[in-house]
């Protein structure tokens, strides 16, 4: 096995982690801010993936695409907020898991009306085609290296939103005190509204970088939504670092596991069974790394206090 | 208690043996009629609306918003599909320490799958319900995923492309494969559940399990320990919805991975709050209703699945009460 090799997979396990970052930040700072879990926000990526590939299909440019799903995802998010998720605030979580359930199959049906059954594909952009040389010879793509950057980008850019900006003091405010900051006059429907859209927003981004790489059809955002769930679980949900944290942990583990769990059971077992228990394993990593932490730490591994 | 809610309960019992005899009579009209596809269809009713009431017990008694049932129920189904699978074949299940063949006889699947499953809950439970709110929400739809692709990762019962049953497992008298015979035997399961849970809910477990929905800190006041209570309630929960699984696969001749995915979970709930969270017969209504509307929609048009999801939201913003609520009035407490 060579270096290379290690680094490529490495690097495939930041990649795929930067990537549930960006679902589970909108996740996580919806359920800090307004306490509410939304199972939608798998659709508002599968919305950005769609309107991505469909703009950047009609205009020529990857990048017009991008930004059309960035926005068309935060429109959406804006939009059921005003229509629905505004009405389950003061609801418990049973009725907000059903109603945004029913979000899910409504925004699915809806998808598949309007673009069709087939999957559309969307190329990845000529700037970004291409691959970066790796220490120890063979090369890495240079759009997946683009996509850990863009992420990087994200976090830093979501810290400083969050840490120096007006906006972030109320978005903190409202974490702490919704009734309070609502009485020193700050309008906290539009707040929230704001914030939602944001979420949907960074949804809808991680859609469209992502349809670059996998087929964009109906259904692609809910493998994401519940990785993203075990993201948050495992960071600590309403933490955006500890959404960072785990979104890094939960893609190195899903990836190495993948790769090198069948072949460290070659060293115990025959090779056909070795390739059977090792990709089983693999497949529920995850699943475990979660149970290890929430057995170690039922809140979290930045816990939020709330 | 008062006067009005007096008055209400004996509605909600006249309701209830409505839904029951209408869903008995449903298949006896239909074998009359010779519309064998009504027969199973009401078997379908009684198997899903089994599962809701395993359900209905950690969801609407217990307040365990469990987004997991998917797992218990797949299990089940693929505990009568392996079990078939070997007996079929004449093949051994494991050979070590001791062999273990398969079985097609009914009894033996059913306790296995109340076996399997109750262990898996246990597991499951005992990690879960050390969180509570949205954090068991999350946890609980996470390890049914785990169970989901950990089924699609075995090739040797099928993966992907699920297993076949090609013998309906058997009873011991009468003849499974008869379907007016197999309908009654998921109807008298149904009714068994029903009366399980009746008493449950009736017996000091029930109170105390109530109790730890509605205020955790008084149950351990009162010197009982939250989290036995809760996890006795989510493996028993979790059993009826297994032995339900078990039934269904044995319906279709047929297990697979959709029986495990999180839709189905989601569909579970569905039953739930359609009929009306924490009304003994809310997931027979709720079943019934959606395998009505399912038919009858889905016959005309491609987009039930839009349909669905406006009524459910409609119901989650409108109408909480569910169906029970619509025709026995409000619930008594709370």
């Known amino acids: ?306 | 208690m008062s006067t009005a809610a007096i008055r209400a309960l004996p509605r909600e019992t006249l309701v209830n043996a409505v839904l029951a005899l209408a869903l008995l009579a449903a298949p006896l009209i239909a074998q009359m009629l010779d519309e064998p596809f009504y027969v199973s269809l009401a078997t379908r009713v009684a198997i899903l609306a089994l599962a809701g009431v395993g359900l209905n017990l950690a969801l609407g008694y217990g307040g365990m918003v469990s987004f997991g049932h998917a797992a218990f129920f797949g299990l089940g189904g693929y505990v009568a599909g392996i079990t078939a699978l070997h007996a079929f074949e004449g093949s051994d299940f494991m050979t070590w320490p001791w062999s273990v063949g398969g079985s097609d006889q009914l009894l033996v699947v059913w306790s296995v799958a109340a076996v399997v499953v109750a262990l898996v809950a246990l597991a499951i439970g005992a990690i879960s319900l050390r969180t509570s709110g949205v954090y068991f929400i999350m946890i609980t739809l996470a390890f049914a995923q785990m169970i989901y692709y950990l089924a699609i990762s075995l090739p040797t019962y099928g993966g992907e492309d699920g297993l076949s049953i090609y013998l309906r497992n058997q009873l011991p008298l009468g003849d499974s494969n008869d379907p007016l015979t197999f309908f009654f035997v998921c109807y008298g399961l149904l009714l068994a559940a029903l009366f399980l849970s009746a008493r449950l809910v009736a017996a000091p477990f029930g109170v105390a399990l109530q109790c730890a929905r509605m205020n955790e800190t008084r149950l351990a006041t009162s010197g009982i320990a939250p989290f036995p209570v809760k996890l006795t309630a989510f493996v028993i929960s979790a059993v009826i919805t297994g032995i339900a699984g078990a039934l269904f696969a044995d319906l279709n001749g047929f297990v697979g991975p959709s029986m495990l995915s999180w839709h189905r979970s989601g569909e579970i709930m569905i039953f739930v709050i359609l009929g009306g969270v924490g009304r003994l017969f809310a997931p027979l209504a709720g079943a019934a209703l959606f395998i009505l509307l399912e038919s009858l929609i889905g016959g005309m048009t491609d987009r039930w699945q839009l349909f669905l999801g406006i009524m459910l939201l409609a119901v989650v913003l409108f109408a909480r009460g569910g169906l029970i609520g619509l025709l026995a009035g409000k619930v008594r407490h709370d």
């Open chain 1, 1 to 306: 096995m060579s270096v290379a090799f290690l680094i490529e997979q490495l690097l495939n396990g930041v990649q795929f982690g930067v990537m549930l970052f960006l679902m589970a930040a909108g996740l996580t700072l919806v359920f800090g801010v307004m306490g509410l879990i939304n199972l939608a926000h798998g659709s508002l990526f599968m919305l950005g993936a769609f309107f991505c590939s469909w703009i950047a299909e009609i205009s020529g440019s990857f990048w017009l695409g991008l930004g059309g799903g960035f926005l068309a995802a935060a429109a959406a998010g804006a939009l059921i907020e005003i229509a629905v998720i505004r009405r389950l605030y003061d609801r418990d979580h049973l009725d907000q898991v059903l109603a945004t359930f029913a979000l899910i199959l409504i925004f699915s049906e809806v998808v598949r009306w309007v673009f069709g059954d087939q999957p559309l594909y969307l190329d990845i952009p000529p700037l970004l085609s291409g691959a970066l040389p790796l220490p120890g010879g063979g090369g890495y793509p240079v759009y997946r290296m683009a996509i850990i950057f863009a992420g990087l980008v994200t976090a830093l850019g979501l810290y400083l939103l969050i840490a120096k900006t007006r906006l972030g003091m109320r978005i903190r405010a409202g974490e702490s005190d919704r009734e309070m900051i609502g009485a020193l006059g700050v309008d906290i429907r539009t707040l929230y509204t704001a914030v939602f859209a944001l979420g949907a927003a960074l949804a809808g981004l991680a859609g469209g970088l992502v349809g670059a790489l996998q087929s964009v059809q109906v259904g692609m955002g809910e493998p994401v939504l519940i990785l993203a769930f075990v993201v948050i679980v495992i960071g600590g949900i309403g933490s955006v670092k500890g959404a960072l944290v785990g979104s890094v942990l939960v893609g190195l583990t899903d990836t190495l596991g993948r790769v090198f769990l069948p072949q460290a059971f070659k060293l115990l077992l025959p090779a056909s069974e070795a390739a059977t228990v090792g990709s089983a394993l693999a497949s529920v990593a995850i699943y475990l790394l979660m149970a290890v932490v929430l057995a170690w730490r039922p809140k979290g591994l930045f816990p939020v206090n709330a």
